[in-house]
């Protein structure tokens, strides 16, 4: 759908939608003195076509909003964050909150017709006001959006100087991996990496007696047959908790000791507990605890 065209109180007024008429169903008061007439709702990436008409032409969707359109787990922000090339006096508007930024030609995109920081810049943006874990989380998403490239994220890190949350953002990118399939399987995972645990694998492959694949673990460690599954609400669903059950019964079959997360599970302490636990129990030894 081509968004609407945004007008004024004054030009909507011209065109004969005054004032009461403009408190209709067919008309959105969008920002301070920019309204819209809707043929049909608009959802919240129409939202942000709207919102773009009356910004800049150098503004770019950044941060949250960046993310979200860029293919991340994230929920559009009410008053989303645009960047703008740093000048004397910054336009301030309402509906969006405004950051400047020195954005190289890379550093932007396009979007559906929208321009967007880069998923490089996203990342290093996100990472300012994010957690490791969430972070790796976005990151992940965007690897496997194809909207994050690994070689253009570690050249912009690089130039990132002492930008706020570059530590951050330089401690986390490496570990991202695109095989994540969830918000939740991501910070399981960091909090596992960044624990005293062995490095932890990715969707590890599950044999038979005859050396054949069988089934695959969100992740875990091989060598000591130790599996963790996050399980989402999707898992309650009658044919995926079928062959959920398959699954679980061929990894038990050949060994593996499966701990299973779910929601009420999603804080680090539980997380890395029950895997240290499971490798202990599995002949693992934990390092000695500097004196």
């Not at 920002?31 to 503004?59: F, I, K, N, S, T």
């Not at 359109?69 to 309402?94: F, K, M, N, S, Y």
């Not at 599996?227 to 060994?255: P, T, V, W």
């Amino acid at each position: 759908m081509q968004p609407p065209h945004v007008v004024t109180a004054a030009q909507a007024t011209a065109l004969g939608a005054g004032r009461g008429r403009r408190q209709g169903a067919d008309w959105l008061h969008l920002a301070h003195d920019r309204w819209v007439q809707l043929p049909d709702a608009v959802d919240a990436r129409e939202r942000l076509a709207l919102l773009a008409q009356g910004l800049p032409p150098d503004a770019a969707y950044s941060h949250l909003a960046a993310a979200h359109l860029l293919g991340a787990h994230v929920d559009l922000p009410a008053r989303p964050t645009i960047a703008l090339t740093p000048r004397r006096v910054l336009p301030q508007r309402a509906e969006v909150v405004t950051r400047t930024r020195s954005l190289a030609a890379d550093d932007v995109v396009v979007v559906d017709g929208l321009r967007v920081t880069s998923g490089a810049q996203t990342f290093l943006d996100c990472a300012a006001a994010m957690s490791a874990d969430e972070l790796c989380a976005v990151g992940d998403a965007l690897l496997r959006a194809g909207t994050l490239d690994p070689a253009e994220l570690a050249a912009r890190l690089t130039r990132a100087g002492r930008t706020r949350g570059v530590v951050r953002a330089r401690a986390v990118a490496p570990h991202l991996d695109g095989r994540a399939m969830s918000r939740p399987e991501s910070q399981v995972r960091w909090w596992l990496i960044d624990s005293d645990l062995p490095p932890v694998e990715l969707q590890v492959p599950v044999r038979d007696a005859r050396g054949e694949v069988v089934a695959h673990g969100d992740l875990g460690w091989e060598a000591w047959k130790v599996l963790g599954e996050y399980e989402g609400r999707h898992h309650a669903e009658a044919d995926q908790f079928d062959s959920d059950i398959d699954r679980y019964s061929l990894m038990a079959a050949d060994g593996w000791l499966v701990l299973r997360f779910a929601n009420r599970h999603r804080n680090r302490r539980t997380v890395v507990d029950r895997c240290r636990r499971a490798l202990v129990s599995r002949g693992w030894q934990p390092p000695p605890r500097p004196r």
